[in-house]
């Protein structure tokens, strides 16, 4: 039998586990341990994983080559989606800022003029 956090199943059920999403990934520094992996070496690629038909409390990590290629590029595809996002919503948030502190669109007339 196998126990993490309040789980607990058996090796045969452990072989059966199928990674549902990934929600992260991780450099390893050699310090910091890992839930379930403990501490690995300096520059190891852990994913955060959910597993399916476990809930997503469960803090898991897994090495690269526990999980498939597929699942792996859609979780980096998706990441990268997002970060092309965020610096879009950036450049569009600093083009709103330069042309508030401009003084708008320099159609006013000066009063009393």
């Known amino acids: 039998m196998c126990y993490y956090m309040d789980y607990s199943w058996t090796e045969e059920e452990e072989d059966g586990f199928e990674v549902e999403a990934i929600?992260?990934?991780l450099t390893a520094d050699g310090?910091?341990?890992y839930a379930n992996q403990g501490r690995v070496a300096v520059g190891t690629?852990?994913?955060r994983v959910v597993w399916k038909d476990y809930p997503p409390d469960m803090v898991w990590?897994?090495?690269a080559e526990?999980?498939?290629a597929e699942l792996?590029?859609?979780f980096?595809?998706?990441v990268d989606d997002e970060t092309a996002a965020d610096e879009a919503a950036a450049?569009?948030?600093d083009e709103l800022e330069v042309r508030g502190a401009g003084g708008g669109t320099g159609n006013a007339s000066p009063v009393g003029g």
């Open 72 to 74: 792996r590029e859609a």
């Open 31 to 33: 310090k910091t341990t």
């Open 91 to 93: 450049r569009k948030e």
């Open 23 to 25: 929600m992260g990934m």
């Open 76 to 78: 980096e595809a998706r």
């Open 45 to 47: 690629i852990l994913y």
């Open 66 to 68: 526990n999980i498939g």
């Open 61 to 63: 990590y897994e090495p």
